[in-house]
């Protein structure tokens, strides 16, 4: 679920319906969720 991240090992799920991006991993077979985001953040680092 959700696209390839930026950061390599990572994916990004836009939450359907919310504002709210979750960047996260597979660890030792679960998910560990590293971030979740406010869509009006800058979650890329960008100005």
Partial sequence: MGRPGVE???RHWSVQRTP???I???NAG???IL???HGRQD???ED
């Fill in 35 to 37: 971030r979740v985001w």
């Fill in 43 to 45: 979650w890329l680092g």
């Fill in 30 to 32: 679960a998910l560990e």
């Fill in 24 to 26: 996260y991993r597979e």
């Fill in 20 to 22: 709210y991006l979750i």
């Fill in 8 to 10: 390599p090992g990572t």
